[in-house]
């Protein structure tokens, strides 16, 4: 098992003929994942080779979904053309659609997420990594050489924090690690994680990685104490970071003691969770739960 992506997901990548398209469409496929189709309009019919494998580009999403069969979009599109393609990928009912894509207006990400509301499609991102379950597919940027299966899950706000901590615990494995983005309106969220992963037989334990700003930790906090009944370690990124400050993301914003680094800690705690102050250490903290 695995949550959201795995080796049936049949990909398409929007933005698969721009540079970044390509050059991580073509990563994708070493990794295993099963790439379907690209989509450009001003291409549709066209096909582009990735060392020898064909990958056929079609006109809309829609199109893409009626000839392949995909249940997954990966959205490299650039920021002021990103909106119409995630809107595209919804209205299309595709069942996951994985905007890569930083620098987003947060009003053109706040149309998307509303038009997505009761619809077919979860969104992960923007401005994220994406997901990889390992061995299986890899929907998005994530190097998939640094980690294997496994049983931890792994829910991130940060994509370097991602890679980290996988590569920390590459000996145990993982059997998803998401990259939720860490602007302030993101489609699925660390409790979307937690609650897949607590219905997932093979997820073991969980990473949770936040970061100041915003009160989504201590949300999170709340819902693994009422509903999660696996381990879990955390890590909140930004414990030497200056009152008020903007810090990298742009959801990192910090008002009095309200997102900050120490309350989540104390509320991640509160609830059963054991926080590390660095990434290693939280990475020890899993291993002495999990055994590895």
Not at 20 to 49: C, F, W, Y
Not at 154 to 161: A, P
Not at 166 to 189: K, N, Q, W
């Amino acid at each position: 098992m695995s949550i959201f992506l795995n080796e049936n997901s049949k990909v398409i990548v929007q933005g698969m003929t721009g540079s970044e398209g390509m050059k991580h469409t073509s990563r994708m496929l070493a990794s295993g994942t099963a790439i379907v189709g690209g989509v450009n309009p001003r291409k549709a019919g066209q096909n582009v080779d990735f060392d020898g494998t064909s990958v056929p580009v079609f006109g809309s999403v829609a199109d893409a979904m009626k000839e392949t069969g995909a249940d997954v979009s990966v959205i490299f599109v650039p920021p002021p053309f990103a909106k119409a393609a995630a809107i595209e990928a919804v209205d299309a009912q595709i069942g996951l659609a994985v905007i890569i894509t930083e620098g987003i207006p947060v009003h053109d990400s706040t149309y998307v997420w509303a038009h997505a509301q009761g619809g077919a499609t979860r969104i992960i991102g923007p401005n994220c990594p994406g997901l990889i379950s390992p061995g299986r597919s890899n929907a998005g940027i994530i190097p998939a050489n640094i980690t294997k299966q496994g049983k931890i899950g792994l829910v991130s706000k940060s994509g370097t924090l991602t890679y980290q901590m996988m590569y920390e615990l590459r000996d145990i494995g993982f059997s998803t690690a998401v990259g939720i983005g860490g602007d302030p309106v993101i489609g699925t969220t660390h409790i979307d994680c937690l609650q897949a992963f607590q219905d997932d037989p093979e997820t073991e334990a969980i990473v949770m990685i936040g970061e100041i700003g915003g009160d989504a930790e201590e949300r999170a906090a709340d819902f693994v104490k009422a509903n999660v009944t696996k381990p879990v370690v955390g890590y909140v990124a930004g414990f030497t970071a200056p009152e008020g400050k903007t810090m990298g993301h742009a959801g990192a914003i910090v008002s009095g003691s309200a997102g900050t680094a120490q309350a989540k800690k104390e509320a991640l705690e509160a609830a059963g969770v054991r926080v590390g102050k660095t990434p290693s250490e939280t990475a020890t903290l899993m291993r002495e739960i999990i055994g590895g």
